[in-house]
């Protein structure tokens, strides 16, 4: 690799960016700003150096976070008039958990904390039916008006959400049209039929509100970050993830935002995949465990899976393709609290970046999980975050001295870790089991600041195969953003069963969308270096949910007719979900075409041979793992060669990352410099 490559993936935490020249991969972590978000983004291609950079691909949660606090800008909504209402009634579902809970609230609802306020939800007077055609034609008089009214109340953008406008767009185009006379040419307007046309409504008008948040959120940081990266000597290319860490251009990726908020935990599932594949293992469970939760997600065969849409709480979605991810309320920054009937709890709640753990000594005085590590030894209080955090042990002690429970110390700070080592293992199982899949037939991810301290011990819950810890577990989502390529999407909504005389109709939507994305990249049919991927989300008559991107083969297509999407979904149902129905008739609802452009990825190289014993530079006491204290060697990660094998209990430590070996495990050092932990034999 001859080119210099950087990438960034912004938490709330910490900021990571890796840079990788020549071949070789270098990393910085830079504390997060919630203020100035872009500001740890420019120190940290400061700190690598990124005037020779060709690449800079950017993932953030500064939108994700926007929404879950509602730090959310002013907009209005305009729908069909009688369903204003939608956004606050969602899809009327409620959790398990909250079945019987009466004063249970869905916390987007006007009981709670709304997107859109109600007095600037507005209806407009008109309809259009499922098949296309207007019942009632649109009343721009009285849109007028209501555009008029929400210009009063000094909204700063507009979400256009008309009912069945997926099949017929004319309504939502000519409000588009006023909005735009009104409020002028460069105000945030974004209208279903643009953002996503598909089908239910209420997914639809969710997304196109995100969607105008994130414009306004994410606009004016992205030219911020532009401008300032050029003017640090960078005169490369600025690309922003996706929800399936699939790169796009920074500008068209403001253009339609909302395909970028969730792009981190995507990213984290790119690298494991990379990894994966240079390793040999394409069953994975990838846990990504940061300052807040743990994150996980299920490759087989080296796939994740993706879906069609995503929430970011509960009935709160947005419609795009995404890579499944589940998130449990675990990490190295979860609270550890007394619930009412004394027992120790950890999480979800989490003490975040400010004040963070008491042992930052930031202020922070509710103990967490990173506290209970550094009490039992595993955290270096000197070696924190490569030096940039020293940890404060009194602090911690004190931390867990407030609990109000009849425990001693040391039973407080054990329990707290077997705690958090079983929500992570419960959140493992349940994805395990979502899918019909068996842990034992697969390898553990560790990954994130905490992960690699933190797995060891939910290896031995789950009965995972093996647990790998990657080079720079710490950074290692970043990295995955070096590992994917450019992709091009267009998609459609239409109903229509999947049987041999809807053949041509299929094709000729396949081709339409194929047609227009060419003409938008203005490529021709013999642009070698494209990749065109056909695909479809279908369900089984009779289903309310769809399965979705079901890959269509074009040859198969062409050749064999519907036979081959029928068999193809088939084939996915069961790898999702563990069974089939093949005797049930398939029906497509939404078609999709997607081109990718391959881009210069990370490449990772093989780790020098090492001696087989390396030996250790210190040995720390290890507390509260059992019964007695034991002591364990400490290894630098970086004199580590491939082969080496170790014996726990044992510490191998790195600048950004700490794994632990437990007792009756064994480590050995991969061709690549990954970490394998599996019980001794």
């Known amino acids: 690799m001859g080119r210099t490559l950087f990438s960034v993936d912004v938490g709330g935490t910490f900021t990571d960016v890796v840079m990788v020249r020549d071949g070789d991969i270098h990393v910085t972590k830079v504390p997060s700003n919630a203020a100035a978000t872009h500001l740890p983004v420019i120190e940290g291609a400061r700190r690598l150096g990124v005037q020779d950079a060709a690449v800079f691909n950017h993932a953030s949660t ?97 979400a256009i959400c008309l009912i069945n406008s997926f099949v017929n767009p004319t309504h939502e185009q000519r409000l588009l049209a006023l909005a735009t006379e009104i409020f002028g040419p460069g105000f945030p307007v974004s209208a279903s039929f643009q953002v996503g046309p598909r089908a239910k409504e209420y997914p639809r008008a969710s997304t196109t509100v995100i969607d105008v948040m994130m414009k306004l959120i994410y606009a004016d940081y992205a030219q911020v970050l532009d401008s300032q990266l050029r003017a640090a000597g960078f005169a490369g290319k600025l690309n922003f993830a996706d929800c399936t860490a699939a790169l796009i251009p920074w500008r068209e990726a403001i253009s339609a935002p909302h395909r970028i908020l969730f792009a981190g935990p995507a990213a984290g599932a790119a690298a494991c995949r990379g990894l994966g594949a240079a390793i040999g293992d394409g069953n994975l469970i990838g846990c990504d465990v940061g300052g807040t939760s743990t994150d996980v997600t299920v490759l087989v065969n080296g796939a994740p899976f993706i879906n069609d849409s995503f929430e970011i709480e509960h009935d709160l979605l947005v419609n795009t393709l995404s890579t499944e991810v589940a998130s449990v309320g675990a990490g190295g920054g979860s609270i550890v609290s007394v619930s009412p009937s004394g027992d120790l709890r950890v999480g979800p709640q989490s003490a975040g970046a400010t004040p963070g753990p008491a042992c930052y000594g930031r202020g922070g005085t509710r103990p967490t999980v990173t506290d209970a590590c550094l009490l039992m030894g595993i955290l270096d209080p000197d070696g924190f975050a490569d030096g940039q955090i020293r940890l404060d042990a009194a602090a911690a002690a004190a931390a867990f001295d407030l609990l109000d429970c009849r425990m001693s110390q040391a039973e407080r700070v054990r329990f707290a870790w077997k705690i958090a080592l079983n929500n992570i293992a419960e959140e493992i199982a349940r994805c395990a089991l979502r899918h019909g899949l068996d842990t034992r037939d697969f390898s553990l991810m560790a990954f994130g600041a905490a992960g690699p301290m933190l797995l060891a011990g939910v290896l031995e819950l789950v009965k995972a195969r093996r647990l790998i810890v990657p080079p720079h577990p710490g950074l290692f989502s970043a990295i995955g953003l070096l590992s994917t390529d450019f992709v091009y999407a267009n998609s459609r909504s239409q109903y229509l069963m999947v049987m041999p005389d809807t053949g041509p109709q299929i094709a000729a939507i396949f081709n339409t969308l194929e047609a227009q994305l060419r003409e938008r990249l203005n490529v021709g049919n013999d642009a070698g270096e494209i990749i065109v991927r056909r695909s479809f989300d279908g369900r089984l008559a009779g289903q309310s949910w769809e399965t979705p991107f079901i890959n269509v083969d074009a040859t198969a297509l062409k050749e064999r007719g519907p036979a081959a999407l029928t068999e193809e979904f088939h084939a996915e149902y069961a790898r999702r979900n563990g069974v089939s129905f093949p005797q049930i008739q398939v029906q497509g609802v939404t078609w999709r075409v997607q081109m990718i452009v391959p881009t210069e990825k990370l490449t990772w190289r093989p780790l020098r041979a090492g001696a087989g014993k390396p030996t250790p530079i210190a040995n720390r006491t290890l507390r509260h793992l059992g019964p007695e204290e034991i002591t364990a060697p400490v290894y630098q990660r970086a004199s580590l060669g491939a082969g080496d094998r170790l014996a726990g209990p044992a510490l191998i430590i790195e600048p950004l990352a700490t794994t632990l070996i437990i007792p009756g495990q064994v480590a050995t050092v991969g061709a690549l410099g990954e970490i394998v932990i599996t019980e001794a034999t």
């Open 62 to 158: 500064k939108g994700l976070n926007a929404v879950l606090t509602r730090a959310l800008p002013k907009i209005g909504f305009l729908t069909t008039q009688g369903h204003r209402d939608m956004l606050d009634a969602g899809r009327c579902m409620r959790p398990m958990d909250n079945q019987t809970d009466a004063r249970w609230h869905r916390p987007f609802g006007d009981a709670a904390r709304p997107l859109v306020r109600r007095y600037l939800r507005r209806g407009i007077q008109e309809r259009i039916l499922a098949a296309g055609s207007v019942l009632i034609d649109l009343d721009e008089s009285q849109a007028r008006a209501e555009l008029q009214l929400l210009k009063r109340c000094d909204i700063k953008g507009l």
